[in-house]
């Protein structure tokens, strides 16, 4: 990063710059005009939303690294600002950059509760617990104000269809109603992602989740309203935050969390890049050191796609943090899931005006 570039900083942003998408013809870079422009105070970045026009919802995917296989994201890119989210090179395939781009122009999916009902009522469809908050957070600050996440659980409600959700956001908590109704016919599961318990590390690296004690927080709020709620320590970044791994999942089951998972980072595509300059300018002195370990667990390079691969790394050191966290589970007592598994047999289309009504 150019020291023009060094100055445009962006307050309550994730990442330092906005290079295009790998699949754009033309490159940008900035200069120095010689008027002095490169001296002056960036503006703040505002976030702008424009409107997806999907005309289905309901994401599939068959790979053997997720426990589930249909997913719904209401919204594409994510305030959170996460600098190493696996989504980001996702905003290329929008034409925008996977940088300041996808924390700052978000598109979101105002029909997405009607195309749920319709895809929910199709007589093909068959009921298999839905994911969100699988690539985008639901709960980012945006759902404040558009409810998109909040009109998906209706619909779910209604037709008694289990649903999974991972987030940072507190704002689940507003959803608790919803949640718990469905949580006693064994229809929701949370995981609340943990990714340290540094606000300081946490308000550069994640600068519009919720704080470290925030989600803590919101794991009581569901742990004593009856939902099952697990904590994901995620992702592990070796030499940055591994270390507090026991700590994480201590503090998440002294706040009521039931069962425990974590994901090695990755660092895919333009992700690697945005990541390394983070690094520079915020732990200069443990980038390369941190940057090394990385390649260390994925076969000399910065990511690795393989099946059963992906998420946990290969090599001693990821074998390390691997064995870190089956022991604590096990002395910790999240290794056992709630016995209960979700229930699909409760599934059913709520009936419309002018429908028999079933004697069964």
Same mark, same amino acid.
């Given at each position: 990063m150019?020291e023009i570039?060094?100055?445009?900083?962006?307050?309550?942003?994730?990442?330092?710059?906005?290079?295009?998408?790998?699949?754009?013809?033309?490159q940008?870079?900035?200069?120095?005009?010689?008027?002095?422009?490169?001296?002056?105070?960036?503006?703040?970045?505002?976030?702008?939303?424009?409107?997806?026009?999907?005309?289905t919802i309901?994401?599939?995917?068959?790979?053997?690294?997720?426990?589930?296989?249909?997913?719904?994201?209401?919204?594409?890119g994510?305030?959170h600002?996460?600098?190493?989210?696996?989504a980001?090179p996702?905003?290329?395939?929008?034409?925008?950059?996977?940088?300041?781009?996808f924390e700052?122009?978000l598109?979101?999916?105002?029909?997405a509760?009607?195309?749920?009902?319709?895809?929910?009522?199709?007589?093909?469809y068959?009921?298999?617990?839905m994911?969100?908050?699988?690539n985008?957070d639901?709960?980012?600050?945006?759902?404040?104000k558009?409810?998109?996440?909040?009109?998906?659980?209706?619909?779910?409600?209604?037709?008694?269809?289990?649903v999974?959700?991972?987030?940072?956001?507190?704002?689940?908590?507003?959803?608790?109603?919803?949640?718990a109704a469905?949580?006693?016919?064994?229809?929701?599961?949370?995981?609340?992602?943990?990714?340290?318990?540094?606000?300081? $590390? !946490?308000?550069?690296? %994640?600068? =519009?989740?919720?704080?470290?004690?925030?989600r803590?927080?919101?794991? &009581?709020?569901?742990? +004593?309203a009856?939902?099952?709620?697990?904590?994901?320590?995620?992702?592990?970044?070796?030499?940055?935050?591994?270390?507090?791994?026991?700590a994480?999942?201590?503090?998440?089951?002294?706040?009521?969390?039931?069962?425990?998972?974590?994901?090695?980072?990755?660092?895919p595509?333009?992700?690697?890049?945005?990541?390394?300059?983070?690094?520079?300018?915020?732990?200069?002195?443990?980038?390369?050191?941190? $940057? !090394?370990?990385?390649? %260390?667990? =994925?076969?000399?390079?910065?990511n690795?796609?393989?099946?059963?691969e &992906?998420?946990r790394g +290969?090599?001693?050191?990821?074998?390390?943090?691997?064995?870190?966290?089956?022991?604590?589970?096990?002395?910790?007592?999240?290794?056992?899931?709630?016995?209960?598994?979700?229930?699909?047999t409760?599934?059913?289309?709520?009936?419309?005006?002018?429908?028999?009504?079933s004697?069964?």
């Open positions: 150019s570039e060094r100055r445009i900083v962006q307050k309550g942003r994730g990442t330092l710059s906005n290079e295009v998408g790998r699949f754009e013809l033309y940008r870079a900035g200069f120095d005009d010689g008027w002095g422009s490169a001296d002056e105070p960036a503006l703040p970045l505002e976030t702008s939303l424009i409107e997806d026009t999907t005309r309901i994401a599939r995917n068959q790979s053997p690294d997720v426990p589930f296989d249909r997913s719904i994201n209401p919204y594409r994510c305030e600002g996460c600098v190493y989210c696996f980001r996702s905003h290329a395939y929008l034409g925008l950059s996977p940088g300041l781009d700052s122009r598109f979101f999916k105002p029909r509760a009607e195309l749920l009902r319709g895809e929910l009522s199709k007589p093909a068959r009921c298999q617990p994911g969100l908050g699988t985008t639901p709960y980012q600050p945006i759902e404040r558009l409810g998109i996440t909040r009109q998906i659980l209706q619909v779910l409600q209604e037709f008694n269809h289990p999974t959700i991972v987030t940072k956001g507190a704002l689940i908590q507003r959803d608790i109603d919803i949640l469905m949580a006693k016919r064994h229809q929701a599961r949370v995981a609340l992602s943990v990714t340290t318990l540094d606000r300081g $590390l !946490a308000r550069r690296m %994640e600068p =519009r989740a919720a704080t470290p004690e925030r803590l927080e919101t794991i &009581r709020a569901l742990s +004593d009856g939902i099952p709620v697990s904590v994901l320590a995620a992702p592990m970044i070796p030499g940055l935050n591994d270390h507090e791994l026991e994480i999942l201590e503090a998440a089951r002294d706040h009521g969390a039931l069962s425990a998972g974590w994901v090695l980072l990755r660092l595509l333009e992700i690697k890049d945005l990541f390394a300059e983070w690094l520079e300018a915020n732990v200069p002195l443990r980038a390369r050191h941190v $940057l !090394a370990l990385v390649r %260390e667990t =994925r076969h000399g390079k910065h690795s796609s393989e099946w059963g &992906r998420m +290969d090599g001693p050191y990821a074998d390390l943090i691997a064995q870190r966290f089956r022991l604590a589970i096990k002395r910790l007592g999240l290794d056992q899931r709630d016995r209960s598994a979700l229930d699909c409760q599934f059913r289309p709520p009936p419309k005006a002018g429908d028999q009504l004697l069964f």
